[in-house]
């Protein structure tokens, strides 16, 4: 008889305790130039994000011109006075660099990332583009021509139509934030070269810009490296612009952007309410995301699992704009997509959600479940530099104090069920909200009126 062999297994691995963890607190300076530096070392991180925040918000622009801050943003990587556009680009690729841009309301934003021993090189670069953007006739051109293209593309999307129609139907028809971030085909065709050159002299200048650069720098000379290349980008010390005040109109009703035939309805539900500054937002956040903020909230329980509705409805908070005086606005929505037959049961399913929770408050589990999930994963959020950079240029952005971020993350754990139910309840009153609803008016109108939920306004797809 042969013996079986033994087999020896190696000890299971503990879990080793727990390390506190924050989020990580930057360094501030200032340039020669005015320019305004925030810099993190996170050591290991050998990929260094570098974030340009610029003060040219959408409500800059002029009349008749919206999208010629997007138009901007975009031309910025398209050539300087030392490098044609294919130059440039070829450049930045052998730095191994990415470089992004885009315009909203805040302002204008520039997003590098790029490995810590090219970061010379790209750092120069993005300098030349913000010191002497080239905005050659041709590539100005071409921009718009790309922009122009993409439009029909957007109003063909369910989600970005119903955004589209929110904004018109919350804010006056004079406020920016009424319009699309990106210009409708009307204002971007009249964009050219000179338009956007305009723009960019009257707004762009280092004195009310703020760079924020964060990774391992371990070995690298910041303050040399950011005068020889940032530090060279001049301009006037003219003041940050005031932020006008955000008003919107939120007195419940219905808008139905019709699309014949369409199979699903897309539903996209707001208001506007308080923003970061507010005391109320930790608890805001917290009760938004038990009602909607992951598959296991009360929106998809009712609406996907117990009712198959649907694949997803989710509920969230997004800062619009905010200003030095704390005041601001962030939009409050939920959003999702339902087969076009049980649109008028999936509102009715989902309003009744709502009055449940003003009635009955939320369970200390689904606080509990939403702390763990927002505060105890918030390390592995910002494992990388770009995470840390994003959110330390959305603080700048809002006016918000550098330790906004960590303090937010205590405020939660500390939040209780009580604090999170009335925030939420605050947040969605059942009376005050817009409802858009992009799917076949047909269809789905006489349901949707007999809700009551509020006036039901039939507009077309375009």
């Known amino acids: 008889m042969t013996e079986l062999a033994t087999m020896e297994f190696h000890p299971q691995p503990r879990a080793g305790e727990a390390k506190p963890w924050a989020f990580p607190a930057p360094e501030r300076g200032t340039l020669a130039n005015g320019l305004t530096v925030l810099h993190c070392h996170r050591p290991g991180q050998q990929v260094v994000a570098v974030e340009i925040i610029l003060d040219a918000p959408l409500d800059a622009e002029p009349a008749g011109l919206d999208g010629v801050a997007t138009i901007m943003a975009r031309a910025f990587s398209e050539g300087t006075d030392k490098h044609s556009a294919e130059e440039f680009a070829a450049e930045l690729e052998r730095c191994g660099a990415t470089l992004d841009a885009h315009a909203d309301h805040p302002g204008v934003r520039l ?3 790029v490995p810590v021993s090219r970061l010379p090189k790209a750092l120069g670069l993005v300098a030349d583009a913000l010191r002497a953007p080239a905005f050659a006739d041709s590539e100005v051109e071409r921009l718009v021509r790309n922009r122009l293209d993409e439009i029909p593309h957007e ?6 139509r119903a955004a589209k129609e929110l904004s018109k139907e919350l804010f006056p028809a004079t406020a920016r934030m009424s319009r699309p971030r990106q210009g409708t085909a009307e204002t971007v065709e009249d964009i050219d070269s000179a338009a956007v050159r305009a723009f960019y002299e009257k707004h762009v200048r280092p004195a009310t810009a703020t760079a924020v650069v964060v990774g391992d720098l371990t070995g690298v000379d910041l303050e040399s490296l950011l005068g020889d290349t940032l530090g060279a980008w001049t301009g006037s010390q003219a003041q940050p612009r005031p932020v006008p005040p955000v008003t919107a109109d939120d007195a419940g009703r219905v808008v139905v952007v019709d699309r014949p035939g369409a199979v699903q309805t897309q539903l996209l539900i707001g ?6 500054h507010d005391r109320v937002w930790a608890a805001q956040v917290l009760g938004t995301y038990c009602l ?3 598959l296991t909230s009360r929106l998809d329980r009712v609406l996907r699992e117990e009712k198959g509705y649907t694949y997803g409805v989710r509920a969230f908070g997004q800062v619009l704009r905010s200003a030095p005086d704390g005041s601001g606005a962030a939009m ?7 087969d076009t037959p049980n649109t008028g049961p999936a509102l009715d399913d989902l309003w009744k959600v709502l009055r449940t929770l003003a009635a009955e408050g939320l369970t200390d589990a689904e606080r509990d479940v939403a702390v763990q999930n927002l505060v105890g994963v918030a390390p592995l959020k ?7 950079a994003s959110t330390l240029a959305d603080q700048v952005e809002q006016h918000l104090p550098d330790d906004y971020q960590a303090t937010l993350y205590q405020q939660l754990a500390a939040t209780g069920t009580v604090e999170a139910t009335a925030a939420a309840v605050n947040a969605f009153p059942v009376d005050r909200l817009v409802t858009v609803l992009v799917g076949d008016a047909a269809q789905i109108k006489e349901a949707v009126e007999a809700l009551g939920i509020g006036e039901v306004k039939v507009v077309a797809a375009e």
């Open 271 to 276: 208001r506007i309410g308080a923003d970061r």
């Open 382 to 388: 910002y494992e990388t530099a770009a995470a840390v």
């Open 292 to 294: 909607g903020g992951t």
């Open 111 to 113: 997003s590098l990332e």
């Open 155 to 160: 109003l063909a999307n369910p989600s970005r």
């Open 332 to 338: 409050l929505a939920i959003s999702g997509s339902v």
